[in-house]
């Protein structure tokens, strides 16, 4: 089965929130991007250059090529040379801290298998094993080194367990998070509708660990009606032809090659 097969554009766009609360539970992760001065890339600030920033890095840690990938992999490097902690940061930080890295990529890699699980089907055991070994991109593309990645998908649910113990979501970056969620950034005008429904699939899209960190409810009813709604997106999503459904992805992979032979900036 090929990676791009697991990279679903409006799975992407539904899971997004919820695998940026589930990145920031790490504290030195939360912290670090609450406190960022590298303007140009805050969400709430330029979320549409966040957005197509973030597709990007999974078109190309996915489908591109090594020399993209290394040169998306330097782009990223010069933004975060700015990001760690000073002398009054709350928690001690580092952009360039593979373990750091290894985690953001680690919940990248848990919301594609949940995504496609969700809107199409949980893949077999050969599948799983395949795109997990692709999955590595996700890491690598960083700081990561491969020998750093888990090995397998066994080692991988040992580090995962073993990284939950260690999240947590304090007061400024919970509030952060729900500014994410409710589409702060968004004029108030137009804001209502979309703010809604981000909460309510943030909520249902996160695992019972970040939902209680981050205080948020969630009931029995609550799971029927996501279960619903993300029923019938699926279902209309699986009519789409494959190039539909991947279209976000290409077309950031297009629009990062395009950079590239004009000498444009990458991130």
């Known amino acids: 089965m090929g990676a791009v097969r697991e990279l679903d554009g409006i799975g992407a766009l539904l899971a997004g929130p919820a695998n940026v609360v589930m990145q920031l539970s790490l504290p030195p992760v939360g912290h670090g991007v609450v406190e960022s001065t590298v303007e140009s890339g805050q969400l709430t600030r330029h979320p549409v250059k966040r957005l197509r920033t973030t597709f990007t890095y999974l078109a190309v840690a996915m489908l591109g090529s090594d020399e993209e990938r290394d040169l998306y992999r330097a782009a990223v ?53 395949a795109f997990y070994l692709e999955a590595a991109r996700l890491a690598t593309t960083l700081q990561v080194r491969p020998e750093e990645w888990p090995a397998d998908r066994a080692a991988f649910d040992q580090y995962w367990d073993d990284t939950l113990s260690r999240i947590s979501i304090d007061d400024t970056v919970r509030e952060y998070l729900l500014g994410v969620i409710q589409l702060r950034f968004l004029p108030p005008a137009v804001r209502f509708l979309p703010a809604a429904l981000s909460q309510f699939v943030t909520r249902g899209f996160l695992p019972p660990p970040f939902r209680t960190l981050m205080c ?44 590239v032979r004009g000498g444009h900036r990458l991130v």
Not at 81 to 98: I, K, L, N, R, T
Not at 217 to 244: C, E, H, K, Y
Request: hydrophobic share 45%.
């Open 77 to 129: 490097n010069r933004a975060h040379a700015a990001v760690h902690s000073g002398p009054d940061s709350q928690v001690a930080y580092d952009a360039f801290d593979p373990e750091l890295q290894k985690w953001v990529a680690a919940c990248l890699y848990f919301g594609a298998v949940d995504v496609h699980a969700r809107l199409h089907r949980p893949m077999s055991d050969a599948e799983a094993d």
């Open 216 to 259: 948020l409810s969630w009931s029995t009813a609550d799971q029927g009606r996501f279960d619903l709604m993300i029923g019938a997106i699926a279902r209309v999503n699986r009519l789409l032809p494959p190039v539909a459904r991947e279209l976000p992805f290409h077309a950031c992979l297009w629009d990062m090659r395009r950079r």
